[in-house]
């Protein structure tokens, strides 16, 4: 009877990871208030993509805006970097906040021995500033309604 058996092989595929590191593709998350930002940085040329815009386009040329994110690569001596980001939530100066984040963390993931420098900087610190939630039997967070005597 055990001769008449016979066990079916499974065949087990080898589960691939597709979250695997890519090579010379470095990543970091950034985030400020409620926008979040995926950050990839690749040798290139030094071209800035947002959300699959220019960043000049993405920011409306908002000077203030476009040089936000790119303190971290002006503090440390990098080669030229591809940035590539996708950010959503929080309004425009909140995603630039995070894209800049993110790309301090992608530039440690670059060289640890820039982590040193970018920490001075504070560029490595989430700003833990939110909005405050509001109360009940109030208008805002804080604000109240006007007293009335009578």
């Known amino acids: 009877m055990e ?13 691939v990871n597709k979250y695997k590191k890519k090579e010379n593709v470095f990543y970091g998350t950034g985030r400020r208030k409620t926008a979040t930002a995926k950050v990839w940085l690749t040798p290139g040329s030094g071209k800035r993509t947002v959300n699959g815009k220019d960043a000049k386009v993405y920011f409306c040329k908002r ?12 503090t440390v001596d990098a080669p030229p970097l591809d940035l590539r980001a996708e950010v959503f939530g ?13 790309v301090a963390r992608a530039l440690v993931e670059f060289d640890s021995k820039y982590r040193k420098l970018l920490r001075s900087k504070d560029l490595l610190m989430r700003d833990p500033r939110e909005k405050e ?12 309604f006007q007293y009335t005597k009578r």
């Open 63 to 74: 000077a203030v805006l476009l040089a936000g994110f790119e303190v971290p690569f002006n």
């Open 133 to 144: 939630r509001k109360k009940a039997g109030l208008k805002r967070a804080r604000k109240a």
């Open 90 to 102: 929080g309004g425009v100066p909140a995603q630039s906040d995070a894209i800049r984040m993110g």
């Open 3 to 15: 001769a008449t058996i016979e066990k079916k092989k499974t065949k087990t595929k080898s589960k």
